[in-house]
DNA sequence: CACCTCTCAGTAACATTGTTACTGTCGAAC
DNA sequence: GTTCGACAGTAACAATGTTACTGAGAGGTG
């Protein structure tokens, strides 16, 4: 154990300031050229050190990357919460906002979300921990749910998770959006709407 | 333009062989030990040549990657074709049978939907003509819908194309399931005929 | 048959990338 | 003041995609 002393505190202070100083590094550049130009050497001349910098406070790319993918969640989270608020109080408004919110956040940061749910970074997959920690992303989502069930009534479905289903649908057709498979943005959102629309349908969440 | 002389057709058939035997390395190591162990100089040196032959016969790794994204969906739509065939003549069974095959091919060939969906092969994004030509894999599906609209008198969607939308959904559970975020088969399973059902019960295509 | 030419495979190199061993430096502790 | 420990920089290594150079073999031409 580390003895904690004014300096050790400095110095963890420092280590989190640069920390954070890496990491907006490497989400600028993520953002403005994609997972391509995320590489140790470039995010190291970025910000004027040396590689092993970002070896000792990351531990790899897989270190760096795996941060990246926490920072996408929590973008999302701030996103869906925020259209969660200003949503009302209808649980059948904050969960449509919710799916829209989705969308948006999806085309707004989509080189995050490659490496969220794309394999937009070569080696890596995100620890079971990142994972488990990513779902808290969608606490909103399952709130929503789950008045809308109690107000509602809507049966169970036994091991289906409505909020998974939910989730797995609408990843569906942002995924195939991001990858251009739609004629034009109008059609896009017309299928994400028909898509959802069907499921919450389905479940009984109206 | 080359003369067609049987030299030539002999070279031609050769080189025809030969690509045959380059893919099929590629595609076995592809299943065996995943896209990270396709490299040019493994290939190569498990067919017993040089590099020198993949970028004389496809130009470079991209050329060889829309290759085995071609075989990918091959396989994906003799799979369906095989389906949709042993599942009789009604055309709601046949679109069910299509929902399940879909999903058993992406379990059954996990490498193949990561170079088709995912992006297991880095820097490769298909061509827009091999990404034209794979849409065709779904014809299959495309003709159940349609039998089983004109059987039902279900309503247009206007921009929202039926297939695309089963496709998508379907899509959405798969790379879930493929990455791990269902507890089990029997959830993922579930979650996935929930979803499908969910779709063509909205579409009208009962 | 001798020579020329053209296609193509092999070798070996180059650039890029993740990673790490070695070295030096700077501050804390006694 | 000396010693020690943590950490950054340099420079190397290994792997990978790619390509310039070289050579061999086959067909055409005299």
């Given at each position: 154990m580390t003895t904690d002393t004014p300096y050790r505190r400095a110095q963890a202070a420092g280590q989190e300031a640069l920390r954070r100083t890496v990491l907006d590094a490497a989400s600028a550049l993520l953002v403005a050229e994609g997972p391509q130009a995320l590489t140790m050497r470039r995010i190291s001349g970025e910000i004027g050190c040396s590689t092993t910098v970002l070896y000792t406070m990351f531990g790899g790319k897989d270190g760096l990357a795996e941060a990246l993918y926490r920072e996408g969640f929590a973008r999302l989270r701030r996103r869906l919460a925020e259209a969660v608020d200003a949503a009302?109080?209808?649980?059948?408004?904050?969960?449509?906002?919710?799916?829209?919110?989705?969308?948006?956040?999806?085309?707004?940061?989509?080189?995050?979300?490659?490496?969220?749910?794309?394999?937009?970074?070569?080696?890596?997959?995100?620890?079971?921990?990142?994972?488990?920690?990513?779902?808290?992303?969608?606490?909103?989502?399952a709130d929503a749910v789950a008045s809308l069930r109690e107000r509602t009534g809507a049966a169970d479905l036994g091991p289906v998770d409505a909020t998974d289903l939910l989730w797995a649908t609408a990843h569906g057709v942002v995924?195939?959006?991001?990858?251009?498979?739609?004629?034009?943005?109008a059609t896009a959102a017309a299928t994400y709407r028909a898509a959802l629309t069907a499921v919450s349908t389905h479940l009984g969440l109206r």
């Open positions: 009302g109080d209808d649980p059948a408004d904050r969960l449509a906002a919710t799916g829209r919110a989705y969308r948006e956040n999806a085309l707004a940061e989509r080189a995050y979300y490659g490496v969220m749910f794309g394999q937009a970074i070569p080696g890596f997959t995100p620890s079971p921990e990142a994972v488990a920690e990513s779902k808290h992303a969608f606490d909103v989502l995924s195939f959006e991001l990858a251009g498979h739609y004629a034009d943005e």
